[in-house]
């Protein structure tokens, strides 16, 4: 099965730097790379995804990078906002399985 | 659109008794549904898939006796925690992905939070 590692498991940064959470997968038939958002005692929302013909993809603050040799994508936020504290979940899928396999999380908090 | 709603969104319940949590679909047809299972400041852990028409696939580990997952209808599944003790307390949360435009991508539900006293 899927073995999937994320870090770090907590994070701080000051409001306006930037974050950086690494997710490293051992499936080689993972192909499809989402990260979520959960805020405390709700569901998770993706917040961007990327699929595995592509190496970088950006929506606004927020970008997900993914190098499918070493089987490791990252998610960056830019510019943090105190809004954007939450634990943010990896959960790569082999999409002939179409089962997500969940890190462990990272605790972003972002100190205004 | 692609809204994935649950029912109840909390239950307390005696140790024994049987709890039955609903997961529907709204807005879209569901081939596919899957339960997850969330303990405190931890990660979600796939519990079982479940297609629409067919027997549901549980991951290692996970009783399907105690865990029954029924998917009658391309927007409705329901999980039943048999005989539940406090130790299945936990946040267990839906999701559902579908048919062409939507295709790989799993919605979640808001989730529902049981208490075995």
């Known amino acids: 099965g899927e073995n999937v590692e994320q870090h770090p498991s907590t994070l701080s940064v000051q409001e306006g730097d930037s974050a950086v959470i690494k997710c490293t997968y051992s499936?080689?038939?993972?192909?499809?790379f989402p990260w979520y958002k959960q805020e405390l005692g709700k569901r998770p929302q993706l917040i961007i995804d990327?699929?595995?013909?592509?190496g970088e993809k950006k929506d606004q603050r927020i970008a997900v990078t993914l190098n499918k040799t070493a089987k490791h994508f990252s998610l960056h936020i830019t510019e943090t906002q105190p809004e954007d504290s939450a634990v943010y979940f990896c959960?790569?899928?082999?999409?002939?399985?179409?089962?997500?396999?969940f890190g462990s999380g990272t605790r972003l908090q972002v100190q205004p | 659109g692609a809204v994935v709603s649950q029912h109840p969104s909390w239950v307390i319940c005696k140790s024994g008794t049987s709890v039955k949590i609903e997961c529907r679909s709204l807005d879209f047809q569901a081939t596919t549904m899957f339960w997850y299972r969330q303990f405190p400041k931890q990660s979600l852990m796939l519990m079982a898939t479940?297609?629409?028409?067919?027997?549901?696939?549980?991951e290692q580990g996970v009783e399907k006796d105690k865990f029954l997952i029924n998917h009658a209808s391309l927007t409705l599944s329901t999980l039943t925690v048999t005989s539940a003790h406090p130790e299945d307390s936990s946040f267990y949360i839906c999701?559902?992905?579908?048919?062409?435009?939507?295709?790989?991508?799993?919605?979640f539900g808001p989730g529902t939070r049981l208490t075995v006293l």
């Open positions: 990327i699929r595995s013909n592509v």
């Open positions: 959960a790569p899928m082999d999409t002939g399985r179409r089962a997500l396999t």
């Open positions: 999701s559902a992905s579908g048919l062409a435009g939507i295709g790989d991508t799993q919605y």
């Open positions: 499936d080689s038939a993972s192909n499809y």
């Open positions: 479940s297609n629409e028409g067919s027997k549901a696939t549980y």
